[in-house]
């Protein structure tokens, strides 16, 4: 089963606008993380955020948690067309990190 | 540091032979893991391992196997190949909350 549901399944936007994406989770979790990657090549973490936390900042990134709506959001200001990538969140349920459950992911891509 | 390293990248295996994708981190990490990435299926966690002569099971480990005989390498192995079993697998050491992947082995079976 899908623990982390992201949505839009696919965003495009023009450089220099803000990018949000939307992830949904099912159950408690300890923390949410979300991950980029680049076409053919391994995920990069970008940002982890505790249950106890409700907004963190990363450069022009940007999360919020909403654990009574069991949600979260990945805002990226100012885009740029190297942000093009897949997005996902992954959710901790253990507490140990070593089973993150990924959702299918968010294709962004930032028109020049 | 090398971060964790995969090989190979790309393989093409006959259904029913089997084959051992590696994996290997330098950066002392107790914990890692394996995931297979199947278009609109995210990553699926296939066993994982929380230091040298552990291992566990995640979400879709039958037709796979791994042992850790040593903090640095985490092998997975597959017994015999299956068309189901195409898909690119990553493998991800962890510290500190954060999870470092491999670059990948895009596997197919025929």
């Known amino acids: 089963s899908q623990q982390g549901e992201e949505d839009p399944q696919a965003l495009s936007i023009q450089e220099g606008e803000n990018a949000t994406m939307n992830c949904s989770y099912k159950?408690?979790?300890?923390?949410l993380q979300w991950y980029r990657q680049n076409s053919g090549r391994g995920l990069v973490h970008l940002i982890l955020?505790?249950?106890?936390?409700r907004e963190k900042h990363s450069g022009r990134l940007r999360v919020t948690l909403d654990t009574s709506k069991k949600s979260s959001s990945l805002l990226i200001t100012a885009s740029r067309a190297a942000d093009t990538a897949s997005y996902f969140c992954?959710?901790?349920?253990?507490?140990?990190?070593?089973?993150?459950?990924f959702g299918k992911g968010i294709t962004l891509s930032v028109r020049p | 540091n090398a971060g964790v390293t995969q090989t190979p990248k790309f393989q093409v295996l006959k259904t029913g032979q089997s084959m051992t994708l590696q994996c290997a981190q330098d950066?002392?990490?107790?914990?890692m893991s394996w995931y297979r990435q199947d278009p609109g299926m995210g990553l699926r966690l296939i066993h994982y391992?929380?230091?040298?002569?552990?291992?566990d099971q995640g979400e879709v480990p039958n037709g796979y196997n791994v042992s850790r005989s040593t903090t640095e390498d985490f092998p997975l192995r597959l017994l015999s190949a299956a068309p189901s079993q195409t898909s690119v697998y990553f493998c991800?050491?962890?510290?500190?909350?954060?999870?470092?992947f491999g670059p990948g082995t895009r596997l197919t079976v025929l």
């Open positions: 992954a959710t901790d349920t253990t507490g140990a990190n070593s089973k993150l459950t």
């Open positions: 159950t408690s979790i300890n923390n």
């Open positions: 955020i505790r249950s106890n936390e």
């Open positions: 950066m002392n990490h107790e914990y």
């Open positions: 391992s929380v230091g040298a002569g552990i291992t």
């Open positions: 991800a050491s962890l510290s500190l909350d954060t999870q470092y």
